[in-house]
């Protein structure tokens, strides 16, 4: 094993974990400031994802498509608080779950209805395919060095927004305390739909941008979702940076596990043996991290409230 | 009025009583209708109801169900076809992970299972049955004749890779078995993993010179159009599956000249395959894949044992479909002593027509293959 090629899996792993921080900031969002659940968030995931490859195939244009990714995933999102998901916040976490449930079912079918069951084209934009050279004479792809600045960019964005704007300050009392923000006359109905449309564009956008990387297809944001709740129970529900630095290390982890665990268990276990138990070993890694985590910070690392 | 409509019920009766006293069929078809293999299960599923709709049956009943690609889900609904649906037969399952499952539970009961995808190796050795019969192939078949490929075209070491389920083993075990050069290395892939970022960075380091890769759907097109956008750019070989008309649009030019193995193409050059073809774009608007001409085949199959002796006559029906005499669209076509396929496998090429990507092809990789385990089965 070279440094170089050390470096491009390290990479890899932050690339993976700024993808799964842009799906967790959202949830863990919704969830510190409405107390939601939101099963159907990887909803929003597959709209961006469908809308940047329907609109990429009709105008030829990447960036339009990037455009109405996030212009779909939040209009949607904003219809969806406003029809379904208002009717919940005072209801218990079971009746969340059921009913975000039934939305990625909707969702799913509604999707297969328009855009049938066979996975949509999108490619890399031309500016960004190719790759760059890194220190050390490893070499890495444009576009996922693109996605890593994309997601720190989203970081910073919402760090500012959260630390140093008046909609921030909203968002930080109604986590800290709904009944008395509503009673001192903020509108608190529409501050709702304004965090649940800007966590569900969060998630359109990562859609966006991996479906040009994977399949666009029915059910994508599933498997995504599933790890973006390994990242908010990491890193403490409801903490954005919890879910940033939760993300980074599931990434990180679940990448130098693929890649390393194997070479250690061929190195004496012979190649066929140590391949499948280090394949095996590096799928369970991060459930691993996750119990471990939760042994020693129940609430998790960064949690926001107890 | 009240006289028509009383004539309209009693000819309705009539013609209720005309079907039930033809002998009808009740085909179970478990298949993926959703998530990321719902490609492969609309085919399989659109295959077979081709085939009932151009021979005119109406004698089959088929009650098809989604299985989401989860073996419990799988077991309920098969148990659920079997004790409240009464079907006569089992049909559908794309995963061989489900149909581990699924069928060995279900043959027990003396119930037919038709595999028109999954092939396990565990169902074609020493776990056959003679009231299990695999149409499509034993799941090695076309991985091995991508290791025989391989050699002919001078690959020395190549990097392997699939994901960490039955059929994966499957095939690369199959690939092994025929290819003579040495490995760069072999890697086991989560089954729905979507980023191969950390395996195409090891493909790179490898020092390989060419990689074979088994892939199906989803999966398939994410790891094709990752490795492109890379700058790797070592020859790239497969099974059917991971080439099958149903992604290729979703790979794009990437795949274009890719070289495949599968046991049925489009241009095979026979009535029966230009019939399904045709009818089938007519149908759909698409082109099938190697999944749609199983499903096809499947359904053929049962309609030809049905016109030889009744269902409900377990040992003759079984005979009946052994014989498998009827026309199918890869050209010859028989059964093993484990009930698995006989038959050629072909080397394609993935080429444009148009604007629509799809495969030629090139070359025969076996003739008269049988699989490996056949010896294994005490039939």
Known sequence: MTLALFIEQLLNGIQLGV???LMAAGLTLIFGVMGLINLAHGSFYMIGAFACAAVAAATGS??????ASLAAAALVGALVEMTVIRRLYERDHLDQVLATFALILIFSEGTRWLFGSFPLYLDIPQVLSGTIDLP???RYQLYRMAIIGVGVAVAGGLYLLIART???MRIRAGEADREMIGALGVDIRTLYTVVFALGAALAGLAGAMVGALQSVQV????????LAFVVIVIGGIGSIKGALIGAILVGVVDTMGRFLLPQFFISFMGPSQGTAVGSALASMLIYILMALILAVRPSGLFAAKG | MKKLIAAGVVGLSLGISGLASAESIKVGMITTLSGGGAGLGVDVRDGFMLALKNAGNTEIEVVTEDDGQKPELAVQIADKMVQSEKVDLLTGIIWSNLAMAVVPGVVQQDILYLSPNAGPSALAGAMCNKNYFNVAWQNDNLHEAMGAYANDAGYKKAY???PNYPAGKDALTGFKRYFKGDLAGETYTQLGQTDYAAEI???????????????PGGMGIAFMKQYAQSDVGLPVLGPAFSFSQDILGAVGDAALGVKNSSQWSKDIDNAANKKFVESFQAEYGRLPSLYASQGY???NLIIAAASKASVKDKDAFRAAVKEAEFESVRGDFRFGNNNHPIQDIYVREVVKEGDVLTNKIVGTAFEDHQDAYAAECKM
């Open chain 1, 19 to 21: 993808m799964l921080f």
């Open chain 1, 62 to 67: 990447f960036w339009l498509g990037l455009a």
């Open chain 1, 136 to 138: 050390g004479g490893s």
């Open chain 1, 166 to 168: 008046r909609l921030g």
């Open chain 1, 219 to 226: 059910g994508m944001g599933e498997p995504v979702l599933i």
């Open chain 2, 160 to 162: 392997i890779l699939a």
């Open chain 2, 201 to 215: 960075a090891q493909i790179r380091a490898s020092g390989a010179d060419a990689i074979f890769f088994f892939l």
């Open chain 2, 297 to 299: 085949d499947t359904a």
